[in-house]
């Protein structure tokens, strides 16, 4: 028989409208918008954090502080320039590469300034570069018994190359220009001298 064979059977269905077809209901949805897109909302709730961290952590200022004090010239008798210390410094064949180096190592410095873990990267090395030139190299400089090209190879050699092996693998991507960059950022800014 073929008249049954097009029975449903439905009583065990719960639901709020149960029909065999042709129903129709009308849904309103209600939708709020303020002058402020959700993103920019997110963004102010950050900034108004790293604000408050900045405020409530000593630590983050205190090390902001110290990393600044790098970017900041000290203090010298006559205010000399970097090119004008690689000049003094017998270094004139490197005045291009160093203003480029540091000036590409300063953008990239300030790139991070947010990120406490690169800005004690950089602390460090710019500490330990110094601490390193200072007593290792800046004495023999100043006794005027080393040449220009014993000079190069102790930088290479107790500063880049080691440094370089430090940093090898790292997020930052630090190559030996870039540590080339900070011994200048260092000279330009008179933590170091060539002469």
Known sequence: M?????KTEQSKITANNVTGRDYNSTTNN???YSNASTQDLILKRLLDEHEEEKQKNADYQQFSDELNNFFKKKTEKNQRDLTQKLL???RENLIDLALEAKE???KKIHKYSFSKSAQEVYTYLL?????TFKHRIELRIKSGKIDVFTISDLVEEKIIEPFFQEVQGSSLYIDKNELYGLLY????NCHIEWD
């Open 104 to 106: 590409r190592v300063t």
């Open 127 to 131: 500490i330990n570069i110094r601490d």
């Open 2 to 6: 073929l008249e049954n064979s097009n």
């Open 30 to 32: 209600h939708y709020h």
């Open 185 to 188: 950022l260092l000279t330009g």
């Open 88 to 90: 003094d410094g017998n």
